[in-house]
């Protein structure tokens, strides 16, 4: 974790293989909401990173260099948000599997994600699976020892919301990604209170 003097740090994960990713679209606004309540950002999208598959008991170094990249920006996190696509009524792989990586923080100071508020958001298609994402992702945050925030982001027909080029066509879930990212850079202040001149509102 970064020390002293640096502000609050919060990475974003997340987005899918697709070119036009409305989960990525939904991360890089909840980001940006962070950092306008005075945190430094990183966005890692899956796109950028294309990770292979977790094996167990394969060390750090033997993954193709892109994997130490991926990990050493993630342990570099105050606080994290997570936006994935849902796929087949959960969380879609890519994103599990990017989380799968976080075996490699269990030698962290502190360990795994304890400590570290964890904002969570969700697209999908229909209704109902962009909340069943989210619930999974719930369990994988609370098993690595983080903290959800207490504002879940999950999106039905995100087809809808989203324009061509990422804009959020419907204010409510504009504002409701603004929120999340505001959430978590207020509640990983109470952790790290000297890191961080909260900016006032959503
Ligand atoms: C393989 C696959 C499976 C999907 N399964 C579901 C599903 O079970 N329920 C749902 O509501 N949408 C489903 N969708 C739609 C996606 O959740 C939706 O298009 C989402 O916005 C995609 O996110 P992205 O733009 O970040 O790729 C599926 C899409 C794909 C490609």
Known sequence: MALGSERLHVVGIGGTLRASSTSAWALERAL???????????????????????????????????VGEFISRVRR???????????????AGVTKNAIDFFQFLSDSEPPYLQNRVVGLAATAGGDIAAV??????????????????????????AHNVFDKRGNILDKKWADRLDQLGWLVVDHASRFH???????LGA
């Open 132 to 157: 069943n994402a989210i619930n999974a992702m719930l369990h994988s945050v609370t098993s690595l020892r983080g903290t959800p925030a207490p504002l879940f982001v999950a999106i039905p027909q």
């Open 193 to 199: 209170p000297a890191r961080i001149e909260l900016a």
């Open 32 to 66: 940006n909401a962070a950092g306008r309540a005075g945190a430094t950002t990183d966005l890692l999208t899956v796109n950028e990173f294309r990770l292979p598959i977790y094996e167990p008991g394969k060390a750090l170094d033997e993954y193709e260099p892109i």
């Open 77 to 91: 996190a105050d606080a994290m948000i997570w936006s994935t696509a849902a796929y087949q009524g959960t969380l």
